[in-house]
């Protein structure tokens, strides 16, 4: 996200390569899907090797997933990068107009990648876009796919230099567009931040509290005593930063799946949570939830759940994760391929079950807070259900999969992006970071570094009016992607017209 100059040389070889391809129309669509496809596989290569770190942490069980999963993702995502340059292929024309032809197509393919087979919108095209923050501004307009469409527009511009000019008659104009294009986005974004600073909600004091538990502890039950005093020692610990500790919380947070057993199973546990808390103190955390069986089921569903508790360790509120993670908290074909042996990453038996929708969570002493539980915050547009208007959003993860990779900062940032989409503050934590408090601009306010143990105490930032994008979602993307489909359509009808007078001819 932070290299996206590179994008200024990809795209644009890209737009060449397709140039380069067979003229005839059929042939054109193959050669371009194949382009398509290899241009995925090394962006997705590249973007998400740090998958890879999951299988290692227990190499016995996963290690000989390592050489098959490792080009396996990439070649599935390279996918939809093929389907996107077979469609750019059929609205191909002459000249400058090409480029808006990639930017409807990759925009149409990137779209798809987010919603099919329950979606995967990682690292979308638009978050070159978003770094640094200023640049981000325009998502709370028109959201990452809007981004998205921008991204590739100005991205691929320098195609046009090499242009003949009976194709392009200033290709000049069209780099120069770009850059007036990037400069007018970070001039909106510093205005924007320029002109909100970041505002707190009265009365609320957040402790965050990051454990940097080892993925074996998280899953051992034998490490429970272990797991529980640690939780205890760092939740009461004085903060480095501020003259604080949990008495001056008024709620405090623990990260995902926080602990190895079913937390409302355990009273020893609840007592002692009981025991930690002061009384104006809500504890919300991370748990596995365990329902009771219903006739004739052996055993109840598993869910991935987020509890709010108070200083009696009664839960005041439970919301079960909506969108699972497949090959991590569930097998696509379970049966199938449970019987040859394959499990998922977390070896639930059956794999954990979805929760009916997403909606807000009372809070004692604060705003209403819509929960996402670790990648449910990458799905624009879909973080925030329709009607819904909450004070705050709240994402805890366990991005301890995937140690110390490029893999929880891409986390990070995409969070910060549903944050400035949705004009909402979104308050993060993470087992092993990183984990902070983001205004509804993207700002980070305070964070704990990856890889670190601690606490971190913070205000909870004041939610904005709703934005363009909260208020129209997609649909002032889709507007965008209208026009320039458009211009396309009308480009190949003046081509096509020329072709024929000069048949005539």
Known sequence: MHLWPVLFIALPILVWLVDGAAPQPWPRVKASAAIGWWFGFGYFLVG??????????????????????????PAG????????????????????????????ALTVAEWLR?????????????????SPIELGQAASVVGIWGLTFIAVLVFASPAALADEPSETRRPWLVVLAAVGTLIGLAIFGALRLSHTPTAFVDGVELRIMQPNLQQDDKF??????????????????????????????????????????????????????????????VLITGGDRMTEPQPPAAAGDIHNSIYVIDHRAAVLAVYDKLHLVPFGEYLPLQPLLQRLGIVQLTKIEGGYAAGERRQMMPVPRAPPMLPLICYEV???????????????????????????????????????????????????AANTGISGIIDPLGRLVASLPLGSEGVLDAGL???????????????????????????????????AKIRKQSAKA
């Not at 998400?48 to 996963?62: E, G, H, K, M, Q």
């Not at 987010?114 to 978003?130: D, E, I, Q, R």
């Not at 640690?230 to 602990?259: C, N």
């Not at 991005?399 to 110390?404: A, I, L, R, V």
């Open 220 to 281: 051992n039950y034998s490490a429970k005593a272990q797991v529980m005093n640690q939780y205890a020692k760092l939740s009461a610990a004085p903060s480095k930063v501020r003259p604080r500790g949990l008495a001056d919380a008024t709620h405090l947070i623990w990260p995902e799946s926080a602990f190895p057993f079913y937390l409302t199973r355990e009273p020893d546990a609840l007592a002692q949570i009981a025991a930690l808390l002061p009384e104006r103190t």
């Open 114 to 130: 987010g919603h099919v087979l329950s979606g995967f919108p990682w690292n979308a095209l638009g978050y070159a876009l978003t």
């Open 77 to 104: 995502l390279g996918v939809f990068m093929a389907i996107g340059l077979a469609l750019a292929a059929v609205l191909w024309t002459r000249g400058a107009m090409r480029i808006v032809s990639l930017a409807v």
């Open 461 to 495: 930032p004041e939610s904005i009016s709703p934005t363009l994008y909260a208020r129209y979602g997609d649909r002032i993307a889709a507007g965008l992607l209208a026009i320039g489909l458009g211009l396309v359509i009308g480009r190949r009808r003046r081509d």
């Open 378 to 428: 990458i799905f624009p547009g879909d973080a925030v259900p329709a009607g819904e208007r909450p004070g705050w959003l709240l994402n805890l993860t366990n991005d301890g999969w995937f140690g110390h990779s490029s893999g929880p900062y891409q986390h990070l940032q995409q969070a910060r992006v549903r944050a400035i989409e949705e004009g909402l503050p979104l308050v993060r």
């Open 48 to 73: 998400l090797y740090w998958i890879s770190n999951a299988l290692l942490v227990d190499l016995n069980t996963f290690g000989w997933l390592l050489p098959v999963a490792i080009p396996a993702v």
